[in-house]
């Protein structure tokens, strides 16, 4: 009798689990449609159709436009220019925006939430803006040319050139890691940096053993992002010059001087898969850091 009744009731159970499942399975895929739909339209079908694309022929070299791409020394160049540039730019930016946020985020002082607020500042600014103030500052006609022409005769100009672009990218690489790391250095457990130090351990053993590994994660993800900003970034490269040898602006320049678009694709596609690969670097290193951290 007992075994009877215990069927049913494990039946009833059952279908109930599967209700429960189905009805959690058709939410979830309800909830997904929108977002999928985006991704579909604006990043999945043009980006194929990039692709496809990037695989015509090059109306320049009469080949496909990927193996001109590999096998011309301008464009080789300017690949290299760009990953260099926005690789000095993400160390750089790590380099100095995190001692600076870490400091922030660890002292108080007066004036300490305006400090922060014009250091983040520059977020606020387009790429155009970033490029008319490098020019403000190192154009021909800007601060240091005429100091340099008042005190030594001459006029000092860096605007137009590499260093110009490294110093607007930096600019506005800066605000990002500061804010990431002053909320990294906000959630690290201090009793770690407390015990390290009863222990007797200096300073400099403390940060190198304690602090920057334990905020490793958060400065490889923002570095990452850095990278990725400088790759594609258009409108302070345009502003400073359109003959910088650098990937967003060649993209302009076939696609718009030329209208040879299968170049314009193709240079397109290895910057977005260069981009992609670096973020999914950090994001693979930042994961392994917190592993060990914890």
């Not at 991704?39 to 001109?68: C, H, I, K, N, Q």
């Not at 005769?153 to 050139?161: H, Q």
């Amino acid at each position: 009798m007992s075994a009877t009744l215990k069927q049913p009731f494990g039946a009833a159970f059952l279908d109930r689990h599967r209700r429960t499942s189905r009805r959690a399975q058709l939410i979830t895929l309800v909830a997904l449609v929108p977002a999928l739909t985006i991704f579909t339209a604006f990043w999945l079908l043009p980006f194929s159709r990039l692709l496809l694309m990037g695989a015509e022929v090059d109306r320049a070299s009469g080949v496909s436009a990927y193996l001109t791409l590999l096998t011309h020394r301008q464009y080789l160049i300017s690949l290299a220019t760009t990953v260099t540039l926005s690789l000095a730019v993400s160390v750089a930016a790590v380099g100095i925006a995190g001692f600076a946020g870490f400091f922030l985020a660890r002292h108080r002082f007066a004036g300490q939430s305006l400090l922060v607020a014009i250091l983040t500042f520059p977020l606020a600014f387009p790429g155009v803006v970033v490029g008319f103030l490098v020019i403000m500052l190192g154009g021909r006609q800007g601060a240091l040319a005429q100091t340099s022409l008042w005190l030594f005769g001459e006029r000092w100009v860096f605007a137009y050139s590499l260093l110009g672009l490294f110093i607007g990218y930096l600019y506005f690489s800066i605000p990002r890691v500061i804010t990431t790391v002053m909320a990294a250095c906000d959630n690290l457990d201090q009793s770690l940096e407390e015990a390290a130090r009863s222990l007797g351990a200096s300073h400099w053993r403390v940060m190198r053993d304690v602090i920057i590994p334990g905020i490793a994660p958060a400065l490889l993800s923002t570095g990452a992002i850095c990278f990725a900003t400088s790759m594609g970034a258009f409108g302070t490269a345009f502003t400073l010059g359109t003959r910088l040898p650098i990937l967003p602006l060649n993209i302009y320049g076939e696609f718009t001087n030329y209208a040879n678009f299968a170049m314009a694709a193709a240079l397109s596609v290895v910057l977005g898969l260069i981009t992609w690969a670096a973020l999914a670097l950090a994001r693979k290193l930042a994961s392994n850091a917190l592993g060990a951290s914890v």
